[in-house]
């Protein structure tokens, strides 16, 4: 299990949530709509969150936080997350 977020995509995060240095991003788990992942009816959701949550998939990219909801780390238990820019808007890209 990988969890990464490229510099161009915590750019992103900090304009768009208008984040302020030490800040956070948690992304968790939904069953209906939002971020498609590697796993039927399975959704990612993004909200500015608490860089002193509990997550063991956590990793700090300018001054901030992004982790996943303790107990969401199952969808990265047999795939990497790389989250990044392409130039418009931020892809969530899942791998073996």
Do not use: C
Request: hydrophobic share 35%.
């Amino acid at each position: 299990m990988k969890f990464s977020v490229t510099s161009e995509a915590a750019q992103w995060f900090i304009k768009e949530l208008d984040l302020k240095p030490g800040g956070a991003v948690k992304i968790f788990t939904k069953i209906y709509g939002g971020i498609p992942t590697v796993y039927p009816s399975f959704f990612l959701g993004i909200a500015p969150g608490n860089k002193n949550d509990e997550s063991t998939a956590k990793t700090v990219v300018d001054d901030i936080t992004f982790y996943i909801e303790s107990g969401n780390e199952w969808i990265v238990d047999n795939h990497d997350l790389t989250v990044e820019y392409n130039g418009q808007d931020v892809n969530y890209r899942f791998s073996d």
